[in-house]
DNA sequence: TTGAAAGCGCTAACAG
DNA sequence: CTGTTAGCGCTTTCAA
């Protein structure tokens, strides 16, 4: 006999063959139950399971067009932000049946379009986190496929996004609150669309305020660019720096740290994201929270709706974000009035 | 004209028709270059290239078996050890055109076989990380699809796994080294392989050593269970505590630091896995770093080459992990003698 | 070297 | 309610 080799799958033709029906019979007491005697479908549905018979989805979405699955694109898996979002959509897609294939592009924007494609012919829907790539290759993406942007939005495209300019306003206001006077904000990449809004964000409430906003450059979204900004931090007057992301933030504290530089003593720090280590370190990271899974929810939830609709129609959602107030801004020991 | 769609894929037969070939000979083109001949060739690759063709890797597969894909589990991606494994594995595959569908079974022992067994029918291979489920699941998954199983052995399946037992073992002689006497060990899942590979090192590092041990018991592998192992740390009379993740270790600092019990002043710390945190934060974190990058291509060639051969042939490999001495285990300040 | 034909596992008309 | 027929997009015999 011919050797072993790995268990040959059951097909619905063998569960078909076993219950002495057509397969077209078997594939519909498994797909529209209701059409089927309900006898020779419960006949079907143990047999189906005692061979363990498991539906071979590429097969069914070469037909129907749906895999069941939905694609789910991140710039960096590394970055803490993304994790939980990733585990917020793959949860709430579950619950709907839907597998989800994360695909990281590891922050390589040329990336980005070939790996879409790709991803594209084995999902029904994509959900694409804080893609980076530019507008006009990004709707192309989008009109292949139905899709979802997260953290990004694109004119005629649904999306979820967060009030990032209302985070870091909220954020400036609890600056201003506590007497800081000059502030300073160390911006995220140049391509970044929720960087753009964070910093209209810090620009209109600082107008407001009356504060004087100094500008300190672009870095890399990353704990090794938050320390790369200590210098320009240091060269402007400011007591309070808001940075584009956590990670920054948490980077920047600690070149702070290593000057001997008190935060929030001599000087206030505070990020954005809210990523797990926000909480856990010494002093701890005043920042704005992301409601993660709702936001997750959300997006799989209008994925879901557009798969379902034959004409797509465009909702862009804006979630809220939550002022998380803590160590590392206050209470403001002295602050310097010079 | 009925209304515009989704752009409707290109198929094969669409670039056999507009070359004037069969669909065979476009498929030959594409896939055995030098079963046909180079100028009919050379037309019909322009002309795909041209047409945007693209084929569809769920038909191919339904007839090769090959998806081009491989599925990569992980318990959890909001542990920071994960995101450095996948990111590796995923750019190994990439570089031989494999793409790497990534699932979070979010530490839900009871979820993994289900989650296996979907995954398993759309990819070549799978890359099992860290997975908690028993023994004799394990195994039936692994019979079913190419498996490669990352920081977990199991008899007669190839894996990738880190030398735990060194990696403590290594850390409880730099301990003993700094003048520790009395070693507190708090222990991670109680299902956990890599736990038991850590204990072990640590258990034989201190008999040999004739240093005391004391096993605090386990805790969740997250920052909550390092703070939730506090009493057990206090109520035993040890200088320096080895967890079983660096995060254990960062939750059980800051707890200890709350009680302003310094760090590494009265007891010391130390972790493993050498995440990106236990850099970024101060007294920086004594621990033991895996190479991610090593294991991860080596587990993804591993899974390639039984993609080739027919009778997967066993390999079983261990990469060394390294110590990463930092502040949290010294120096020494005043170790108590009583 | 190429084409015709068959079929992977499944679903979707269409009859019955 | 059920079986037959056809075919999704692709590869692979088998002949020519």
Redesign the interface.
Do not use: S
């Given at each position: 006999m011919p050797?072993g080799g790995?268990?040959m799958a059951v097909t619905l033709r063998d569960v078909a063959l076993a219950a002495g029906v057509s397969p077209s019979t078997v594939s519909r007491a498994l797909t529209v139950p209701e059409k089927v005697d309900e006898r020779t479908r419960e006949r079907i549905l143990t047999l189906a399971a005692e061979l363990g018979y498991?539906p071979?989805?590429?097969?069914r979405?070469?037909i129907t067009g749906r895999?069941g699955?939905l694609g789910l694109l991140v710039p960096?898996?590394?970055n803490?932000f993304f994790?939980?979002l990733?585990?917020a959509i793959?949860?709430r897609a579950l619950e709907s049946d839907y597998?989800?294939?994360?695909?990281?592009t590891?922050e390589d924007v040329a990336l980005e379009p070939e790996?879409i494609?790709?991803?594209a012919?084995?999902v029904d829907g994509l959900l694409l986190c804080s893609p980076r790539m530019r507008p006009a290759t990004l709707r192309e993406a989008t009109?292949?496929?139905p899709t979802v942007l997260v953290n990004r939005a694109l004119a005629r495209v649904s999306s979820v996004t967060f009030e990032n300019g209302e985070g870091t306003s909220a954020l400036i206001r609890h600056l201003a609150g506590l007497g800081h006077r000059r502030i300073g904000f160390v911006g995220g990449p140049a391509g970044s669309w929720s960087g753009a809004q964070r910093l209209r964000g810090v620009r209109t409430a600082c107008a407001t305020a009356g504060l004087l906003l100094h500008e300190l450059g672009q870095v890399a979204p990353t704990?090794e660019g938050g320390t790369s900004a200590l210098e320009l931090v240091l060269r402007a007057p400011v007591t309070a720096v808001v940075a584009y992301n956590d990670l920054v933030a948490?980077?920047l504290s600690?070149a702070l740290?290593e000057r001997s530089i008190e935060v929030p003593g001599r000087i206030s720090v505070a990020g954005f994201d809210d990523i797990?280590?926000a909480g856990?370190?010494?002093p701890s990271l005043t920042t704005v929270a992301m409601p993660l899974a709702r936001a997750g929810s959300a997006a799989v939830d209008l994925l879901l709706r557009h798969l379902g609709e034959p004409?797509p129609r465009v909702r862009q959602i804006q979630v809220p974000t939550a002022l998380r107030v803590r160590g590392s801004t206050g209470p403001s020991l002295g602050l310097d009035e010079s």
């Open positions: 050797g790995e268990a498991r071979n989805r590429a097969a979405g070469l895999t699955n960096d898996l590394a803490p994790p939980g990733v585990k793959q949860a597998q989800v294939f994360v695909v990281d590891d790996l494609r790709q991803l012919k084995q009109e292949a496929t704990f948490i980077g600690q740290a797990p280590m856990m370190i010494r004409e």
